[in-house]
């Protein structure tokens, strides 16, 4: 057997040689990875019957703990629901409660009644029949013994026993069911989550349907002592998150049509059990689009848990997502399991789309996709395990459609020279973006200094449709200027162009690149076209790490680039592919000197350095000691 991790001395590793010699825990609870404290939260939930909260990132198992919450509550409370007719008032049909697997029983014995009644009526309407075709033919008055005949049987159909027997519906079955109901309201409509009764358009002259047997149950009903699942809570209608509130604190609610101009608006039964466990979910926004006291409902008689999108890695972590491995092939029932190698390059990835060092990611939902399509690779293979080739391929096939778009930009661009990959070009940058999650793309971004039209002082002009945070940005690109180059810009307007950001930029980090472009047109100084650029800037000049270093790296590797520029904070983040390391060299750096010394090219570049340093030499490093408040 072999062990992927031995230098662990606190945590047991697995051994194994495949993942099928892993054991899948039978709890779902049990199969959740990386989320200890959402799954402690949501335990102790279950044992008092708390509401919960879950917000977090899409994919990082907040469907699969709100099932597992519903194995850990007690199943033996199930009841069955049925809906009677009302005699007094049709329109308001009856409720009846019982154990789990009696509301079969008691249908079945209504439908017997009734059955024995029509049978008894049928037998009556024959012998009737029969003695008026007797009649008739022994007084060979054959038309009027058959037209006779007719007129009776047609009464007959038509007239119905003061004690008619009216079988009950079976609204809510929960025979056989062993573990609490788990049903999911996502994306529900109000009749469907809260229970709606039938339209019927044959409601007159005796033909029409029952109001108890148009009555259906809501998933509000089917839920009752089990857990209520919703994700994306905040894009529900208020009205409807009104009434799924009420339907929380009575534990109770009557079922009505949900159409205005519906028959079923006339009719409303008694109110229905609903005593189900809320688990909603989401990310941050959805709070906004939250109904503000069924928020406070959760939060006052349950928990709110904020879920990780990453956790350390460590050995530990690592053998956790060997686990995660088996229970994907498990789940699937149809791909070979993982060898040794390809569950590392799993790990590997999990590594990468973490976006920090030292973090293996969460969003499980993600990288489950990519065992599938390794799988779904060594079958049609016709192998017997998956291994690091499968991976490797299944990188290829599975890519996000964001790495699709991306990878079509890089061959666009190139195609039509929006970017070069070599030689110098003043105030032009190659810039350094992310599209999606983590798919890097070349962002292109010039700078031209003109002559200023306001007798004032100068503009900066930036365009690419930006963000509030990169428009922030570009601004503080005048204060860094200023102060390392000692440039006087007030009598220059700066226009900035970000190229062909169609899908728009956002954040700070192409600060780095701003900062180069203007510089270098103001200096008329070169920038080195196969270097390209990421990083945001301090108003002092510092260069702070940003996000998706390593999908930025990968771009500039795809599209020629010679040189990448980096923050040295940034260095242990850098997890890129072996097909691209012999392709890029990565410089880190921590200052805006640093930048402009790897960026640009030319006679002037010296000249501007030096300038640069003695600036930097005179102007005072200067801070508050000891400050006091008052």
Same mark, same amino acid.
Do not use: W
């Given at each position: 057997?072999?062990?992927?991790?031995?230098?662990?001395?606190?945590?047991?590793?697995?051994?194994?040689?495949?993942?099928?010699?892993?054991?899948?825990? #039978?709890?779902?609870?049990?199969?959740? !990875? $990386?989320?200890?404290? *959402?799954? @402690?939260?949501? &335990?102790?939930? %279950?044992?008092?019957?708390?509401?919960?909260?879950?917000?977090?990132?899409?994919?990082?198992?907040?469907?699969?703990?709100?099932?597992?919450?519903?194995?850990?509550?007690?199943?033996?409370?199930?009841?069955?629901?049925?809906?009677?007719?009302?005699? #007094?008032?049709?329109?308001?049909?009856? !409720? $009846?409660?019982?154990? *789990?697997? @009696?509301?079969? &029983?008691?249908? %079945?014995?209504?439908?017997?009644?009734?059955?024995?009644?029509e049978e008894k009526k049928n037998l009556f309407t024959m012998i009737i029949i029969s003695f008026i075709l007797v009649i008739g033919f022994v007084m060979q008055r054959y038309l009027e013994a058959i037209i006779a005949a007719g007129i009776v049987l047609l009464v007959l159909m038509q007239m119905k026993p003061k004690t008619s027997i009216m079988v009950p519906k079976l609204l809510v079955n929960n025979e056989n069911h062993?573990?609490?109901?788990?049903?999911?309201?996502?994306?529900?409509?109000?009749?469907?989550?809260?229970?709606?009764?039938?339209?019927?358009?044959?409601?007159?002259?005796?033909?029409?349907?029952?109001?108890?047997?148009?009555?259906?149950?809501g998933m509000i009903h089917k839920a009752s002592k089990g857990v209520l699942y919703v994700d994306e809570m905040g894009t529900m209608k208020m009205k409807t998150q009104q009434e799924l509130l009420t339907a929380m604190q009575e534990k109770k609610y009557s079922i009505t049509g949900q159409s205005e101009t519906s028959s079923g608006a006339m009719v409303r039964s008694q109110e229905v059990p609903c005593d189900f466990v809320?688990?909603?979910?989401?990310?941050?926004?959805?709070?906004?689009?939250?109904?503000?006291?069924?928020?406070?409902?959760?939060?006052?008689?349950?928990?709110?848990?904020?879920?990780?999108?990453?956790?350390?890695?460590?050995?530990?972590?690592?053998?956790?997502?060997?686990?995660?491995?088996?229970?994907?092939?498990?789940?699937?029932?149809?791909?070979?399991?993982?060898?040794?190698?390809?569950?590392?390059?799993?790990?590997?990835?999990?590594?990468?789309?973490?976006?920090?060092?030292?973090?293996?990611?969460?969003?499980?939902?993600?990288?489950?996709?990519?065992?599938?399509?390794?799988?779904?690779?060594?079958?049609?293979?016709?192998?017997?395990?998956?291994?690091?080739?499968?991976?490797?391929?299944?990188?290829?096939?599975?890519?996000?459609?964001?790495?699709?778009?991306?990878?079509?930009?890089?061959?666009?661009?190139?195609?039509?020279?929006?970017?070069?990959?070599?030689?110098?070009?003043?105030?032009?940058?190659?810039?350094?973006?992310?599209?999606?999650?983590?798919?890097?793309?070349?962002?292109?971004?010039?700078?031209?200094?003109?002559?200023?039209?306001?007798?004032?002082?100068?503009?900066?002009?930036?365009?690419?449709?930006?963000?509030?945070?990169?428009?922030?940005?570009?601004?503080?690109?005048?204060?860094?200027?200023?102060?390392?180059?000692?440039?006087?810009?007030?009598?220059?307007?700066?226009?900035?162009?970000?190229?062909?950001?169609?899908?728009?930029?956002?954040?700070?980090s192409a600060s780095v690149s701003v900062a180069t472009a203007v510089v270098s047109s103001l200096e008329n100084i070169p920038v080195d076209q196969s270097v390209a650029l990421t990083g945001s800037l301090s108003v002092r000049g510092d260069v702070l790490p940003v996000g998706g270093v390593t999908g930025k790296i990968e771009a500039a590797a795809e599209s020629g680039i010679k040189k990448v520029l980096i923050p040295s904070?940034?260095?242990?983040?850098?997890?890129?592919?072996?097909?691209?390391?012999?392709?890029?060299?990565?410089?880190?750096?921590?200052?805006?000197?640093?930048?402009?010394?790897?960026?640009?090219?030319?006679?002037?570049?010296?000249?501007?350095?030096?300038?640069?340093?003695?600036?930097?030499?005179?102007?005072?490093?200067?801070?508050?000691?000891?400050?006091?408040?008052?």
């Amino acid at each position: 057997m072999t062990n992927l991790n031995s230098n662990s001395n606190s945590f047991k590793l697995r051994t194994y040689e495949t993942s099928g010699d892993i054991k899948v825990p #039978e709890k779902i609870i049990d199969q959740i !990875i $990386g989320q200890e404290e *959402a799954v @402690e939260t949501v &335990k102790k939930a %279950a044992k008092q019957r708390r509401n919960v909260l879950l917000i977090g990132e899409p994919g990082i198992g907040k469907s699969m703990l709100a099932k597992g919450m519903a194995e850990l509550l007690p199943g033996e409370e199930l009841q069955d629901i049925l809906v009677y007719p009302n005699v #007094e008032d049709n329109h308001n049909p009856l !409720i $009846g409660v019982m154990p *789990a697997g @009696e509301g079969k &029983k008691v249908v %079945a014995n209504y439908k017997a009644k009734a059955k024995s009644q029509e049978e008894k009526k049928n037998l009556f309407t024959m012998i009737i029949i029969s003695f008026i075709l007797v009649i008739g033919f022994v007084m060979q008055r054959y038309l009027e013994a058959i037209i006779a005949a007719g007129i009776v049987l047609l009464v007959l159909m038509q007239m119905k026993p003061k004690t008619s027997i009216m079988v009950p519906k079976l609204l809510v079955n929960n025979e056989n069911h062993i573990v609490a109901p788990f049903v999911d309201a996502t994306g529900a409509h109000a009749g469907a989550l809260l229970g709606d009764v039938r339209h019927d358009p044959y409601q007159s002259g005796g033909l029409g349907t029952p109001a108890h047997e148009r009555v259906e149950a809501g998933m509000i009903h089917k839920a009752s002592k089990g857990v209520l699942y919703v994700d994306e809570m905040g894009t529900m209608k208020m009205k409807t998150q009104q009434e799924l509130l009420t339907a929380m604190q009575e534990k109770k609610y009557s079922i009505t049509g949900q159409s205005e101009t519906s028959s079923g608006a006339m009719v409303r039964s008694q109110e229905v059990p609903c005593d189900f466990v809320l688990v909603a979910s989401g990310n941050l926004q959805v709070l906004e689009g939250m109904h503000i006291a069924l928020r406070s409902r959760i939060r006052g008689y349950g928990y709110e848990v904020f879920m990780k999108d990453s956790m350390p890695d460590n050995p530990e972590n690592r053998d956790k997502l060997v686990q995660f491995v088996a229970q994907e092939v498990e789940k699937d029932g149809r791909i070979p399991h993982f060898n040794i190698g390809a569950v590392k390059e799993i790990i590997r990835e999990a590594q990468r789309r973490a976006g920090k060092k030292d973090s293996l990611t969460l969003r499980l939902r993600d990288l489950g996709g990519l065992i599938r399509a390794a799988g779904d690779i060594a079958k049609g293979e016709g192998a017997e395990q998956v291994t690091v080739a499968h991976v490797l391929s299944a990188k290829k096939l599975a890519r996000t459609l964001e790495q699709q778009i991306a990878d079509r930009y890089i061959g666009q661009r190139k195609k039509y020279k929006v970017f070069k990959s070599e030689g110098g070009k003043v105030g032009t940058v190659n810039g350094l973006a992310v599209i999606g999650d983590r798919s890097g793309i070349i962002l292109p971004i010039v700078a031209e200094a003109a002559p200023a039209q306001s007798k004032e002082e100068g503009r900066i002009i930036a365009t690419g449709k930006l963000g509030e945070i990169a428009k922030e940005a570009v601004q503080n690109v005048s204060a860094l200027i200023k102060k390392h180059t000692g440039t006087d810009i007030s009598s220059y307007d700066i226009h900035i162009q970000f190229l062909q950001s169609y899908e728009g930029v956002e954040g700070d980090s192409a600060s780095v690149s701003v900062a180069t472009a203007v510089v270098s047109s103001l200096e008329n100084i070169p920038v080195d076209q196969s270097v390209a650029l990421t990083g945001s800037l301090s108003v002092r000049g510092d260069v702070l790490p940003v996000g998706g270093v390593t999908g930025k790296i990968e771009a500039a590797a795809e599209s020629g680039i010679k040189k990448v520029l980096i923050p040295s904070s940034n260095m242990n983040d850098v997890l890129i592919e072996e097909r691209y390391k012999n392709k890029i060299e990565i410089i880190p750096v921590d200052t805006l000197n640093d930048v402009l010394e790897h960026a640009l090219i030319g006679t002037g570049k010296k000249g501007l350095l030096d300038k640069m340093r003695k600036i930097s030499d005179i102007v005072p490093d200067i801070g508050l000691k000891n400050p006091t408040t008052h």
